[in-house]
């Protein structure tokens, strides 16, 4: 398994407090939301974040297989879609979260099902900066994210003595 040159390894520390920027960023737009679409699995921990700090209540998923061998983008397949009533009026009031945009595929399909939703994500690369509302922070496209519930603990080599 071959990934990216490039590595952004994210803490559970610094997840939490990128989820809870996040947090602040909606907040800020002084719009209510009746509830929440975390699109699985990535959006699963950035979701429980953010619902406790905006005090929502309401959380449904989508569920979105597309990172079939976690290298290569596979064909988008959806698991589980969305329920009826939070689709109605386009998803008007719906907050869609997920943890990163990164081609956009993913958000595009679910923004087909809910056009009106709001959507936000906690990491986005510029392929797939275009297809969210809100993000805080913007990796380059040839960086793979470690998310911490995808790691270990393990000894990290320094920039230096890595490829370039």
């Not at 803490?11 to 907040?27: G, V």
């Not at 879609?81 to 595929?105: H, M, R, S, Y």
């Not at 496209?141 to 490829?163: C, L, N, R, V």
Request: aromatic share 10%; charged share 25%.
């Amino acid at each position: 398994m071959s990934f990216p040159d490039k590595a952004f390894p994210v803490s559970w520390d610094q997840f939490h407090r990128d989820a809870r920027a996040l947090a602040w960023r909606i907040a800020g737009l002084n719009k209510e939301f009746k509830g929440i679409v975390c699109i699985t699995r990535g959006g699963l921990v950035p979701a429980a974040i953010i619902c406790r700090e905006l005090d929502i209540r309401l959380i449904e998923t989508v569920c979105v297989a597309s990172y079939h061998d976690y290298v290569n983008q596979g064909d988008m397949v959806v698991l589980k879609g969305v329920a009826p009533e939070l689709k109605e009026n386009g998803g008007e009031g719906i907050l869609v979260i997920d943890d990163l945009t990164d081609t956009g595929k993913t958000a595009v399909q679910v923004r087909a099902m809910l056009p009106k939703a709001h959507f936000a994500c906690v990491y986005a690369k510029p392929l797939g900066v275009p297809t969210v509302d809100t993000f805080v922070t913007e990796v380059s496209q040839d960086t793979w994210i470690y998310f911490p519930w995808d790691m270990g603990f393990t000894y990290q080599e320094p920039i230096a003595k890595g490829p370039r």
